[in-house]
Each structure stands twice: as structure tokens, then as C-alpha cells.
């Protein structure tokens, strides 16, 4: 009788943890995402530097620290655009992630062309 018990009960504790991970998994998949994934906004300045103070705030110093330098190297290095505004809003609805993968692109193809 108590190995039965102990089996039942061995079954529902196995069972709650199952339950509980699934759980965790849903929520944690429903959560907004954040820090070098979150949307970025940039459609006006004051936008623009909130979204920056909040990046700031969930991410590692170095991680910003890459975020503004691939920021400053797209405006600097990318002829698509006419002005700070256009550039920024180029930004918009991106992510810090996407944003970082652009500006090392584009040093790759400017990179490639400087030396063939």
C-alpha cells in the first residue's frame, strides 16, 4: 500500500512539474521581448532618446556601448539618407540586434570594396 502511494504521489509531483514548465514556457513566450530584441522607436527625437535610456537600462554596458557605435557608423557611413531625421526613422520598428548586424554588414561590404 505505501509503495502505491508513494508511486501515486511520485506521479502527481511529476506531473506538477510538467505542468509548471509548460506554464513558464507560455508565459515567458508571450512576454514582450526586450533589450537588444525589443522594438526599436525612433520616430521622433524625444522618442528616439527614451528608447535609447530603456536599451540602456536592460542591457549590458558593452552591448550599448555596440549599439551606439553601430548607430553613429550607419549615420556617418550610409548615403541613403538626406539627415539625422530620415536616418533615424530609418530605425524605427528595428531592433538594437538588427540594428548592430546592419552597421557590420555594411563595414564587410566597405571592407570588400576598399580592397578589390
Known amino acids: 500500500m505505501d509503495l ?4 501515486v504521489k511520485a ?8 505542468l509548471i ?10 512576454s514582450e521581448p526586450v533589450g537588444m530584441d525589443a522594438p526599436f522607436s525612433s520616430t521622433t527625437t524625444e522618442v528616439y532618446n527614451e528608447t535609447m535610456k530603456t536599451i540602456e537600462s536592460q542591457v549590458t554596458a558593452a552591448q550599448f556601448q555596440e549599439l ?4 553613429n557608423y550607419l549615420n556617418m557611413k ?20 538588427k540594428i548592430i548586424k546592419q552597421a557590420n554588414d555594411l563595414k564587410a561590404s566597405k571592407q570588400k570594396e576598399a580592397s578589390g
Open 11 to 18: 506521479k502527481q509531483n511529476v506531473f506538477r512539474i510538467i
Open 21 to 30: 514548465s509548460v506554464l513558464l514556457v507560455f508565459l515567458v513566450s508571450c
Open 68 to 71: 551606439k557605435g553601430a548607430i
Open 78 to 97: 550610409s548615403t541613403n539618407f538626406s539627415g539625422l531625421e530620415e536616418f533615424r526613422q530609418s530605425l524605427d520598428s528595428s531592433t538594437a540586434a
Open 4 to 7: 502505491t502511494n508513494s508511486l
